[in-house]
């Protein structure tokens, strides 16, 4: 089992930043597959980006382009940078990771062994 620490959420208004990271406590998260899922309550998980053991990065239609997804092998930590945040955009954000490969199944979060607790985003207009 690889702990995941989320950080980074907070309340902000509509427009602004906030860059979310999280620590993996296990050489494996290393590099791993890990991405960025957003779950609100009593819902699913969607996923919001990822990015593979070879560093292929994919991102969600929805956030494409205001979202930045990001790893530093060093420190064994995974970001994501979010810009012009909108009000639907709150919720809590989780990182997953798997040690194999993901290519394709980076949005399926049945994909994933490993979750974070989650890190809370406010977004008032």
């Known amino acids: 089992q690889v702990q995941l620490v989320e950080s980074g959420g907070g309340s902000v208004q509509a427009g602004g930043s906030l860059r979310l990271s999280c620590v993996g406590f296990?050489?494996?998260?290393?590099?791993?597959?890990k991405g960025w899922f957003r779950q609100a309550p009593g819902k699913g998980r969607e996923a919001v980006a990822g990015?593979?053991?070879?560093?292929?990065?994919s991102y969600a239609d929805s956030c494409k382009d205001r979202s930045n997804i990001s790893r530093d092998n060093a420190k064994n930590t995974l970001y994501l940078q979010m810009d012009s945040l909108k009000p639907g955009d709150a919720d809590k954000y989780v990182c997953?990771?798997?040690?194999?490969?993901?290519?394709?199944?980076?949005?399926?979060?049945?994909?994933?062994?490993?979750w974070g607790q989650g890190t809370q985003v406010t977004v008032s207009s």
């Open positions: 296990d050489y494996t998260y290393k590099m791993a597959c």
């Open positions: 990015v593979d053991r070879d560093g292929t990065i």
């Open positions: 997953p990771a798997e040690e194999a490969a993901c290519r394709f199944a980076w949005g399926d979060p049945s994909f994933f062994a490993w």
